[in-house]
């Protein structure tokens, strides 16, 4: 079993920065892709980002390309979300997820691409 666990998330001012962390548990972490999606009221979870187990290889939503960073540090079991010049359309409950397969492919950037879930994070940005 799998646990994950969001923190790091926030109010803050538009053009701020938070940094949202997920602490994993279990064995199959480490060999595994990590993502973050988000949802905001009224629409449906998105993607944000993904990192392979190696910390190698990322990918973003266009939308927030050169503004957020992903990175993950495989010894603490720990996933990153650096999000800088927040805009108030970032405003959302961030979630963690660990992808279900050891390799990589474009189905990390759906959900349906992963097999558990933190709780998430809400990250209210205002203007």
């Known amino acids: 079993q799998v646990q994950l666990v969001e923190s790091g998330g926030g109010l803050v001012q538009a053009g701020g920065s938070l940094r949202l962390s997920c602490a994993a548990s279990g064995r199959t972490y480490s060999s595994r892709a990590m993502g973050w999606f988000r949802q905001a009221p009224g629409k449906e979870r998105e993607f944000v980002a993904t990192i392979s187990w190696s910390g190698v290889s990322t990918d973003y939503a266009d939308s927030v390309k050169g503004r957020f960073t992903i990175a993950r540090d495989n010894a603490n079991n720990t996933v990153y979300l650096q999000m800088n010049s927040l805009k108030p359309e970032d405003t959302a409950v961030y979630y963690c997820?660990?992808?279900?397969?050891?390799?990589?492919?474009?189905?990390?950037?759906?959900?349906?691409?992963?097999?558990?879930w933190g709780q998430g994070t809400q990250v209210t940005v205002s203007s």
């Open positions: 997820a660990l992808g279900k397969y050891i390799g990589g492919g474009s189905y990390l950037k759906f959900s349906s691409g992963y097999e558990y």
